[in-house]
């Protein structure tokens, strides 16, 4: 009987092995750098004004980015149009919080800041926020955006209150 069960136990033990499944490897020290270097152009780009070459050079072909208070832009031409008909703004700059994954995918959890003048300011107006944008890498060992968001960490800003009505 002791046989039996040490031969079944055996047998459990090849079987649940042979079936395990590794987990893909966390990021290397090379992925960590990629993704910055992708970040840093992104910056560097965008600050610049170079629409199409910050689009390419940070985004997938088929990338989305999911801004606030509108759709989502969906490729580089439409990512590279959506900057250039977002208002205009300096001193862009971003900082990593978190930065995970697995295989060939991660993301990165970051902040923002940028100098914006919205539509109708008098002035440019400081913002900050937070973004969080999703990597894929590519086969040359370099990583691109296929997906991020972002929000402010501002209040929406209030409306002016109206006059009230004159009674008679």
Known sequence: MRKELWCIALGLAVFTSGCAQTAPAGLSDADRTSIKHAQ??????TNAKD???????????????????G????GRDAIADWLKAFPPFSDFSL?????????????????????????????????????????????????L????????????PTAAPSAAPATK
Do not use: C
């Open 71 to 74: 759709p989502p832009a969906t």
């Open 40 to 45: 840093d152009e992104w910056v560097r780009l």
């Open 145 to 156: 955006a296929s997906i991020g968001i972002f929000n402010s960490d501002l209040p929406m």
């Open 51 to 69: 629409w199409p070459g910050a689009a390419k050079a940070y985004w997938t072909t088929d990338g989305v980015i999911l801004p606030p208070n």
């Open 95 to 143: 900082a990593e919080v978190t930065v995970e994954g697995r295989g060939d995918l991660a993301y990165v959890r970051g902040t923002y800041k940028l100098t914006v003048t919205p539509p109708g300011a008098p002035a440019p107006v400081p913002d900050q926020g937070k973004h969080l944008t999703i990597f894929k890498k590519q086969t040359d060992g370099s990583w």
